[in-house]
């Protein structure tokens, strides 16, 4: 008997098949949303900023900076020019001006190393506030980026590319037997590989990113390290999320690494251009805490990496102890429920 045209259409399109599309759309709205409502107005934002003046000036010049409307630094004395240069190139401030007692020209230190746009609205700020005190500007770059690292968004973009590859790994992983509910073998199996493609992962990019292109003159060492603990914390996230939610775990690591994880991750604009709130998550998330460690690799002789490696190693301590909890409980109640319920488990995905 011909089914009707309705019957055909039930068929084509299923319920879990309509809620898949759905749950798509809405991350492509999503990402639309946190994209342009993150990069689309950029302003300075209580960024960190040094001073260096004569005697009662540096309070002053402190006081008349941290009164600029919109707050765009946070102002701070600075005994004298070294030690703003130190605390730079530390990540401790992200520029800073030195005031000079004998003529009319002062001195603006930054660090194009942590993003280019971050330097030039610095420069422009500042530039501005001196024009009106009838003074001039100059400018040095203290931790200058690589002249094949266009804007200083290579760290950015290879950090990207580890995220992307790991999530798209474990998803691989997670669906290739058709999304079977994994024991505690299988998710170790797939830890494991996972491991393996970090490892080769990360070597690659550092490779490409470092002597091949140029465009990160960072240790490779250093920055193969990143790369695999990137890349795993990453995969093991995306695993234990499988394990928890099915498909629509995939769904969720999308949403966590790509939809919160890439706008807020200083790559495109620097923490203090970003607005609050993206500026307060994206030192919590992978791309943000491995594009900060990324950049301190290349330009930072590594400094004040520690907060965001313990980032990436707690998200990949969380992913390895949920999806292995998340596996030994569902062998236990399988195990309880008998081979009927197992069966219809793996069916169902």
């Not at 999304?179 to 970090?198: E, F, K, Q, S």
Request: charged share 15%; with cysteine.
């Amino acid at each position: 008997m011909k089914q009707s045209t309705l019957s055909e259409v039930k068929d084509a399109v299923t319920r879990r098949a309509t809620m898949l599309v759905i749950g798509v759309i809405a991350l492509q709205l999503l990402f639309i949303a946190s994209f342009v409502g993150a990069l689309h107005e950029p302003r300075l934002k209580d960024a960190a900023f040094g001073v260096v003046a004569p005697g009662a000036l540096t309070e002053q010049t402190v006081s008349r900076l941290n009164e600029l409307p919109g707050s765009p630094l946070d102002a701070r004395a600075l005994p004298d020019e070294e030690t703003a240069r130190k605390q730079i190139v530390n990540r401790e401030i992200d520029g800073a001006l030195v005031v000079r007692p004998v003529g009319t020209t002062d001195t603006l230190l930054v660090a194009s190393g942590s993003g280019r746009t971050l330097s030039v609205a610095l420069g422009t700020l500042t530039a501005t506030l001196e024009e009106a005190q009838g003074r001039s500007l100059r400018t040095v770059d203290v931790a200058p980026s690589s002249r094949h690292d266009f804007n200083s968004l290579s760290s950015f973009y290879v950090v990207v590319g580890w995220c992307v590859g790991a999530y798209l790994c474990a998803s691989i992983l997670a669906i290739s037997a058709g999304a079977r509910p994994a024991n505690p073998t299988r998710a170790a199996t797939r830890l494991g590989t996972m491991t393996l493609v970090a490892l080769v992962g990360g070597l690659g990019g550092a490779l490409i990113a470092g002597p091949i292109l140029g465009a990160l003159p960072g240790s490779v060492w250093a920055l193969w390290g990143l790369g695999a603990l990137i890349i795993f914390a990453v995969g093991a996230t995306t695993l234990a999320l499988q394990e928890l939610f099915g498909v629509m775990g995939i769904g969720l690591a999308i949403l966590l690494i790509v939809i919160a994880g890439n706008p807020s991750a200083g790559g495109a604009l620097p923490p203090p251009m970003l607005p609050p709130f993206w500026n307060a998550i994206g030192p919590a998330l992978p791309p943000g805490a491995g594009t900060w460690a990324a950049r301190s690799i290349s330009y930072f002789d590594g400094n004040d990496m520690t907060p965001s490696l313990l980032v990436l190693s707690a998200w990949a301590v969380g992913g390895v102890l949920v999806a292995m909890i998340a596996a030994v409980r569902r062998q236990r109640r399988d195990s309880e429920a008998g081979p009927g319920a197992t069966d219809h488990a793996a069916a169902g995905g």
